[in-house]
């Protein structure tokens, strides 16, 4: 049995980690609107556990206490971290913590801008930051010089991993990687002793390659919700059918075959400057402490996906979370934020 644990998302929590959208970033017209949804999710969080909001630079840090200055005020509260950052994705350039000899690490994996798609010095540089500001609470760092983004992996907190073949084995990220390598990494830095691959499934307008996080997640050591797609003429169908049963024919390190749960597809979305659809989903649900925030993009099926994510949490509160801002930057409500686990002794 190995040293290291990844918790599941579902464990304690000691914070939540969110980025402030820049003004001067990619975010263009859609800056004010995208701050909106940052403190909204932040506000909901703040009612159950801490939340660490970083300020890329002066402007963020003037536009957030300004909304945390009144003792009701929505952000009122909230830890600040100033550091700099390309872009609010805390997913992908936040640490993956994970637990080894009673202490928390806080792994540090190379950010490349998904395999070179973007800028991302600043991003790359995040994690390290964070824990010398001390923002991250105690535990230790631990940099790694390969390319792993939080959005690619799923773990059920009992050593198994689900990822997929598109992300994890690009020539962009880690060239020459082979899956037997990724294997290594991913049992040395993260204790993994199963590994789930999928080979289909994604999101039209993805940037990520296909990170996990938009397609299934796991919401018990032997149940797995999964982004699903009824119409036969929408183009997601085939590619997301072929990964159901996938999912069906996985077995868990006992034998057993998971539960698995299907999330309607909201009605397309499409960017409102070029019209391209973009990649909205509901896999990629927010958990926290007491609550699970759900993406809604005032869709008929937004109430339905909400109604499947509650039954799975019922002990938390289930608090639909307007994304359409953050899905015009191909990004969604678990790519915005990455889970801070609790101290041991306190998970």
Known sequence: ????????????????????????????????????????????????????????????????????????????????????????????????????????????????????????????????????????????????????????????????????????????????????DAERLLARTLGARTIHWLAHGNLIGDDTDGHIDTLARFVAPDTIVHQGCADPADAHHAGLAAMAGELAALRDADGAAYKLIELPLPAPQYDPGDGHRLPAGYANFLIANGCVLVPAFDDPADAEAAAIIGHCFPDREIIPIDSRALIRQHGGLHCAAMQIPAEPDHA
């Open 1 to 180: 049995m190995t040293a290291r644990h990844l918790p599941a998302e579902w464990a304690p929590q000691s914070a939540t980690l969110l980025v402030w959208p820049r003004a001067n970033g990619d975010w263009g017209d859609g800056v004010t609107a995208a701050r909106d949804t940052v403190a909204a999710m932040a506000s909901a969080l703040l009612r159950f556990q801490p939340v660490v909001l970083v300020a890329p630079d002066d402007d963020c840090a003037t536009d957030i206490r300004a909304r945390s200055r009144h003792e009701d005020a929505p952000l009122a509260g909230i830890r600040i971290a100033t550091c700099p950052a390309d872009d609010i994705w805390a997913r992908d350039t936040g640490p993956v913590t994970v637990y080894e000899a009673g202490r928390r690490r806080f792994v540090d994996f190379r950010f490349d801008g998904w395999g070179g798609k973007f800028e991302a010095a600043r991003d790359d540089a995040l994690t390290a930051a964070l824990y010398a500001d001390g923002a991250l609470g105690p535990g230790d760092p631990e940099h790694n010089t390969a390319v792993l983004e939080g959005g690619s992996i799923e773990s059920n907190g009992r050593g198994t991993i689900l990822t997929t073949e598109r992300c994890l084995l690009t020539s962009g990220r880690n060239a020459g990687f082979t899956r037997a």
